[in-house]
């Protein structure tokens, strides 16, 4: 408050002329401000104008192109989809009806310039070229893509199926749009077997008349078709069937931004010329006190794009460092890099030691990123425990692979944190924008994209972004989309797969495993759903529909125990417990004869929470089992630790059993290692009488895998029940008898 007295006080002393100019400069602030708006405005008005322009004109291109395919490919459907095809084409007397309505209607065609009919072994039976017979190999003119079309059209042969494709393939004359369908009856039905099919051919070359009308058609100057390394701001790819770059579609930019420009530019030269003049004046009153302005001005938008805990950029800092660079390799033709780092094991520090010490592991990590990272590079915290670096380098890759290398060195090491030692790991994700022709936004999604890619491949790795990641990505959406529906619609299915006794052969148990059947996609791996429904929140979810099926299916079992894998995602829940308990009421299956199988990975990250969830599991009376044993860290000190009731042996020490000496002495030590605790063993993965007879030896107790019985039906399980009980019922009869 004294400061603001004091300024008053200084105000009043200037008196009148004091305010007059301090009125005058606020004013000439203020007409500044205004004219660089207006100027700012107008430069972004240009520059977005050009960008639509240019934005428009590459999706009017792609366009075309879709459309240019869709044409061959609805030619390509009448032609090859009729009746009349399908009685000549497989004439022995037919040729010279195809000749006629295929080879000759490729003269001079806007549809197709060659005609071709080949049999399911891909030899040609008639080939037609601008309505003449074309001599030599149809592999020494068309790339090989043009069989990937043919097989995919093949494949596509069925009831239901539409065999036909079409796609891009370069050929001796250059690039051409090509389709490939099973000749047939109009209805889609063929009364001949796979090896006596045949198939049409459609070829419509993309040559300087066709790409001069496709400019004409749809109002793109200078349209051309250049190499696929050819640099542009702007191109469409051409990609043949195999996804390769074949050539690139570029034209001529109309910058109707930079027109509109030119015009009003006059008019705002001479405005300017009267604001600076009328400047002049009012700067030389108000320079000192507007150097002070801007002095404050500057430190406080430092401060505001500042990291408090880390003294680092924030997520806004590292938005203008990078458009300043990416600004600069435009210029320069120079990359921008950036790493997006995610610190693995971030959590668990948090949840084990409290935030005060996660705090002072943001701290450490961040002085270390600091001494790394290369001279003139942009270092930001822009998440909890999320870093990036951006950096602008002459190379491509190998600047911001060697710097990944240094951080993964680094953050290997343990870390002193106060009195504690940690030890965290990072994921890397590295995308590039080359030349600066990718903007700040892209760059960033590129490289998030390429770390949650690192965390996916196991972590503490770096991954550099690739234009593949996009389409896994959309496919990965909309797989997690599905599988949400499959799970809320209850469409997944589960099968058995039976647990042998090893003296008596006889079944005494099933383990659970869930199937889906994805609506117009068929079966999908539960390797593939099963990580999805883990990263995106899904997994409790299905692990509870598994539970609850599974134990609702037991019930009309009931000498038999039924077992339930359990996923890290369920035993993070505290509530993971509870919902057992709600699953084992509704079910009203006994607790006892339920199995939940966990694998050792989780145990070691949380050893403390895994003997407490361990412990809350038994005491409802269900059983908790050790899965993979032997396939990873397993050690004595996790059997005594979490008190397992049984164990299951990894299918990789039993796969091997019978390959050498040393693998013998490996499982075997493994099984005495559980026995010598008094916990039962289950060998997993038996697929021949040896390697049952083997772990049978070794100590196992119960037995799983191909050779006994591969996953079922429910409805299967219960009939090897009740053949089970006959045979018992036939074996008492006897003896009493």
């Known amino acids: 408050m004294s400061a603001v007295f004091r300024g008053n006080r200084q105000v009043s002393g200037r008196g009148l002329r004091a305010t007059v100019i301090g009125v005058l400069f606020s004013f000439a602030v203020i007409v500044t401000v205004v004219t660089v708006m207006v100027l700012g405005a107008l430069e972004s008005v240009t520059e977005r104008s050009n960008v639509l322009d240019e934005e428009r004109s590459r999706e009017t291109m792609s366009g075309a192109l879709k459309t240019f395919k869709a044409q061959l490919g609805a030619t390509l459907n009448d032609y090859a989809a009729w009746d009349d095809a399908a009685t000549n084409v497989y004439a022995a007397d037919g040729m010279p009806w195809t000749i006629s309505n295929y080879g000759d209607m490729s003269v001079n065609s806007t549809l197709f310039d060659m005609a071709i009919v080949v049999d399911a072994d891909r030899k040609p039976v008639m080939v037609y070229r601008d ?59 063929l009364d001949l077997p796979a090896d006596k099919r045949r198939y049409l051919i459609f070829a419509r070359h993309l040559n300087t008349a066709t790409i001069d009308k496709l400019s004409s058609t749809y ?88 990291d408090r805990l880390s003294g680092l950029l924030n997520r806004d800092g590292l938005g203008i460092a990078i458009d300043g660079f990416v600004a600069s390799a435009a210029q320069t033709k120079r990359n921008v890099l950036i790493l997006y780092l995610d610190l693995d094991g971030f959590k668990e520090v948090n949840d084990a030691y409290g935030h005060g010490t996660g705090d002072q592991l943001i701290r450490a990590v961040a002085a270390g990123l600091t001494v790394l990272i290369p001279e003139g590079a942009a270092l930001a915290r822009i998440g909890g425990d999320e870093f990036a670096i951006a950096f602008v380098s002459d190379g491509e890759h190998a600047a911001a692979l060697q710097l990944s290398e240094q951080i993964l060195d680094f953050l290997a090491e343990p870390l002193e944190i106060g009195r504690r030692i940690v030890v965290v790991g990072a994921s890397i994700g590295i995308g590039m924008s080359p030349a600066g022709a990718v903007d700040r936004e892209e760059l960033v999604r590129r490289a998030d994209l390429a770390m949650y890619k690192a965390k996916e491949a196991g972590r ?19 797989l997690e989309l599905d599988l949400r529906m499959a799970i809320e619609g209850g469409d997944l299915t589960l099968v058995y797969q039976p647990l042998i006794d090893a003296d008596s052969h006889e079944m005494t148990g099933v383990e659970a495993l869930v199937r889906w059947d994805r609506p117009c996609h068929g079966p999908i791996s539960p390797e593939i759903f099963i990580p999805v429904a883990e990263t995106s929140g899904l997994i409790e979810a299905l692990g509870l529909f598994v539970l609850r099926k599974a134990c609702e299916t037991a019930k009309q079992w009931p000498e038999l125990r039924i077992s339930v894998n359990v996923s890290p995602g369920q035993f993070r829940n505290p509530a993971f417990a509870d919902y057992v308990r709600y699953v084992l009421k509704q079910a009203d299956i006994e607790a006892k004869r339920v199995t939940l199988e966990v694998t050792e990975g989780y145990m070691i990250q949380n050893p403390q929470r895994t003997r407490q969830a361990i412990e809350r599991l038994k005491s409802l009376g269900v059983k908790v089992a050790l899965d993979d044993f032997g396939s990873g860290f397993s050690s004595i000190g996790y059997l005594r630790q979490f008190g397992f009731d049984r164990i299951k042996i990894d299918r990789s020490l039993v796969k091997d059993v019978m390959e050498g000496e040393s693998q013998r002495e490996m499982l075997q030590a493994t099984v005495a290692l559980a026995r010598s605790l008094d916990i039962p063993v289950t060998a997993e993965g038996i697929e021949t009488e040896q390697q049952a007879a083997a772990v049978r030896m070794f100590g196992c107790d119960t037995l799983q895998g191909y050779f006994f019985a591969r996953p079922m039906p429910a409805e299967q399980i219960t009939e090897r029940l009740m053949d089970a009980r006959s045979r018992r019922m036939s074996e008492r009869r006897n003896s009493a008898a």
Do not use: C
Not at 225 to 234: K, R
Not at 460 to 467: E, G, K, Q, W
């Open 219 to 306: 109002v793109i100057a200078g349209l051309q078709l250049v190499s696929p390394d050819f640099q542009a701001t702007y191109s469409v790819p051409i990609k043949d069937a195999d996804g390769v770059v074949l050539a690139r579609l570029i034209w001529t930019s109309r910058a109707p931004g930079d027109i509109g420009y030119s015009e009003v530019r006059p008019k705002i030269v001479q405005a300017i010329a009267l604001v600076g003049l009328f400047f002049l004046v009012l700067l030389i009153i108000g320079w000192m006190a507007a150097r002070r302005l801007r002095a404050d001005e500057t430190l406080a938008r430092e401060e505001g794009h500042r």
């Open 131 to 189: 309505g003449q017979p074309m001599q030599g190999s149809l592999d020494d003119f068309f790339a090989p893509p043009l069989w990937t079309l043919f097989e995919k059209a093949k494949a596509s042969a069925g009831p239901n199926g539409n065999p036909e494709a079409v796609g891009i393939v370069s050929t001796k004359s250059g690039i051409a749009v090509v389709g490939v369908a099973l000749v047939r009856e109009k209805s889609g039905a």
């Open 460 to 478: 503490a790795r770096m991954t550099l972004y690739d234009p593949a990641m996009d389409a896994d990505r959309e496919e990965r959406n909309a």
